[in-house]
């Protein structure tokens, strides 16, 4: 009665589980629109931009002078015929020079969603729209910025890498602002902001740079990889807030040297590397109505009548690629490639995305790489598991010498322990051997899992049936495998491969011999099918991973068990004995 009632029990905890990780999960994990190249709803327009700057610095105010003043669609705002076109090999878009602002771009090489004409991914758009995101470049004037209002002159019509193009505006004092803005082959856009004061007197001025956002298209932050507020203070990473913790704190502004600061996304990011100058204030603030800013504003500078001044900045705006971002590493912005999350284990999870990439052109797919890379790695890691099992074996030779001094010295714990060490170094068996290689197996598949969630690779790639591994399995039992027009949320989408993935787990469970008692066998038996509930909302690529692992598993078990056959036979007799002696317990209650 007991153990059905525990199990019960275990059930009913279990069912628990499942429900209270979906919840959890939407609750402070909710999954964000989709991005897509249009907004197709009118919005209100958000008043952030009303929200002073003076706390920040006494000289310098960045605030918007004039916000839109109603709702604002995406094809309106880039309907304006004051831009200027931006087209290089891997964004197009253009600026609003309204403002000086780069409000529009889309990343070409990486569609919105799966399909052969979708739109690209928008990663800038105007300010007061859905999917608000955009870089501007600016000047203080005596402690007043120029108007978000001013329309500035282009000197050409279009950005590309072979054809910079130049923003300038001249005031009614005569001091002319410049913004040359000039773009590389990839995701980078470097800008000089140039004063030339030809007025009479001098002229006090800030140049300014900051990226706002909003965080209702943001990706969740999450402890395998943050998404929010990001940068390089001081020659170390610095992302502590998520938006909603920025929310409360209202400003951030870290010690050190900045390297660069922005925003990034699971796949997206968008940074502001500040140049050679002095800076007055650099860090993020949160605007309300989940708009934030990260903001650069550089020292106060005196410019004479007749002189000039200029001052440099870069903005990174596109995809999160582990190459291109050590590429400009290594042109000097410290610790840029970790606009990666890596984590702890970056050093050995940069090797594993290479391994990865190379494998997957020579396939020429990413599921089938997924599937390689998890042999390669297991089989790397298969001498250190036969030394586990080895040491496994040794420990159940010596068992029935180590009971003998046990029982013989039962009352002298101290003589027990030295007749113990003793009996280990005559048989030249090392007891914590057995759990090394478990300790060293742990961080080595973390990682390889955080780098199949991070890898953008893994974006829209298909495999099979599956057309996006960085998706959950679109056959799910519910809906049959796609065929009902809906689809299965959370933890009720079972597909094939959770399927697959309790299935394997089971199976390495039951291989494995067991001592435990029947109550704590029947537990451990419901956790393949509760994992598989859990993992079922995950990417596909992960899943295929782990059904790889588990699969890789159970055949290095079954062969190392064929080489050790006195583990197996010493777990089924331990496992026989506890029955026998829980038999005849209940028997002794019952005749009682």
């Avoid at 897509?36 to 002078?65: G, K, L, R």
């Avoid at 494998?359 to 790489?369: K, M, P, Q």
């Avoid at 993935?501 to 099918?529: K, V």
């Amino acid at each position: 009665m007991d153990n059905q009632r525990n199990l019960l029990l275990a059930v009913v905890l279990s069912g628990l589980l499942i429900l209270g990780w979906d919840f959890g999960m939407r609750f402070f994990y909710p999954t964000p629109p989709d991005p897509v190249a249009e907004a197709s709803e009118d919005i209100e327009s958000p008043v952030a931009n009303a929200v002073s700057d003076t706390a920040t610095s006494a000289s310098a105010d960045v605030t918007d002078t004039q916000a839109p003043s109603g709702p604002v669609t995406l094809e309106g705002a880039l309907a304006s015929a004051t831009r200027v076109k931006i087209d290089a090999p891997r964004v197009a878009g253009s600026i609003n020079l309204v403002g000086a602002r780069l409000d529009d771009l889309v990343l070409k090489d990486y569609d919105a969603t799966v399909g052969e004409d979708d739109d690209p991914v928008r990663l800038f758009a105007p300010d007061g729209t859905e999917m608000e995101h955009f870089a501007e470049f600016g000047f203080v004037v005596g402690g007043k910025r120029l108007p978000s209002s001013t329309v500035w002159q282009a000197d050409g019509e279009t950005l590309t890498p072979e054809t910079p193009v130049t923003l300038s505006h001249t005031d009614e004092a005569g001091v002319t602002y410049k913004v040359k803005l000039s773009i590389d082959d990839n995701y980078m856009i470097a800008a000089e902001q140039v004063i030339e004061n030809g007025s009479e007197a001098a002229a006090i001025v800030q140049p300014f740079a900051f990226i706002k956002r909003t965080s209702t298209t943001a990706s969740p932050d999450q402890f395998i990889a943050h998404a929010g507020p990001t940068g390089v203070f001081g020659g170390s990473l610095y992302d502590p807030n998520s938006y909603e913790e920025l929310a409360e704190l209202g400003r951030d502004s870290p010690a050190g040297e900045a390297a660069w600061l922005g925003f990034t996304d699971t796949y997206w990011a968008s940074a502001l590397i500040p140049g050679e100058g002095a800076t007055d204030t650099v860090g993020w603030r949160s605007l309300g109505d989940n708009l934030f800013r990260a903001d650069l504003i550089y020292d106060t500078e005196t410019v004479p009548a007749g002189g000039s001044s200029a001052q440099g900045t870069q903005l990174f705006a596109g995809a999160k690629e582990s190459v291109v971002l050590d590429n400009y590493e290594e042109a000097g912005i410290t610790y840029f490639g970790k606009v990666i999350s890596w984590g702890w284990f970056e050093w050995f999870e940069k090797p594993f995305l290479w391994l990865l990439r190379t494998l997957n052109g020579l396939v020429g797919n990413f599921g089938v790489a997924i599937i390689l890379l998890t042999c390669i790695i297991r089989a790397a890691m298969f001498p250190v598991a036969q030394k586990g099992f080895a040491s496994m074996a040794s420990m159940k030779a010596v068992q029935p010498k180590m009971k003998a001094i046990q029982e013989r010295y039962k009352d002298d714990k101290q003589t027990q322990q030295q007749k113990i060490m003793e009996l280990y170094k005559e048989e030249k068996v090392n007891p914590l051997s057995g759990c090394l290689p478990i300790l060293i197996q742990i961080p080595i598949f973390f990682a390889l899992y955080k780098v199949l969630y991070l890898a953008i690779e893994m974006r829209h790639e298909p495999f099979l049936y599956i057309n996006d591994l960085s998706a959950p399995d679109p056959a799910k039992i519910l809906n049959l495998f796609g065929l009902l027009p809906y689809d299965v949320p959370g933890f009720l989408g079972i597909g094939i491969l959770a399927l697959l993935l309790g299935f394997t787990m089971w199976l390495t469970f039951r291989l494995n011999p067991s001592t435990m008692d029947p109550m704590q066998q029947q537990i451990f038996n419901l956790m393949p099918w509760v994992l598989m509930f859990v993992m079922a909302p995950f990417a596909a690529g992960l899943l295929i991973y782990w059904v790889t692992s588990n699969i890789l598993t159970v055949a290095q078990q079954s062969y190392l068990y064929s080489k050790h056959p006195q583990l197996k036979a010493a777990a089924q007799k331990e496992k026989a004995e506890k029955a026998q002696a829980k038999a005849r317990e209940e028997a002794e209650k019952s005749g009682a």
